[in-house]
């Protein structure tokens, strides 16, 4: 798919870009600690949609800083947007394990 913003081609978002991986990911690393079923599988959508969103939010905000600053376009898409979406599942991560922890 081709983003455009007012007439100017700006990138080209690809299947990876969709965040299922990072949803798979996280799944399994939740599973992995399995809990209560009614919470563990709460937790992985709930997840998940948190990490949709952020996703989406993610490919929005750099769409905008391309656009604003093309001369930053490899920093932010290599290097700070992968932190946004990778800490978000982190601190996930972190949650559930706090989660399972008090659990035990």
Known sequence: MR???NEVYLARIVEGCNAISIMILFAAFVLSFFGK??????????GAVIIYA????RI????I?????????EFLHSII???????TV?????VWVR????QR
Do not use: D, R, S
């Open 3 to 5: 983003l455009i913003v």
């Open 81 to 87: 947007f992968p932190l946004i979406i990778y800490g």
């Open 90 to 94: 982190f601190l996930l991560w972190v």
């Open 60 to 63: 929005a905000v750099l769409a």
């Open 37 to 46: 079923l009614k919470l563990t599988l709460f937790y992985i959508l709930a």
């Open 99 to 102: 989660i399972y922890a008090n």
């Open 54 to 57: 952020m996703n989406i939010v």
């Open 65 to 73: 800083g391309i656009y604003e600053l093309p001369q930053h376009t």
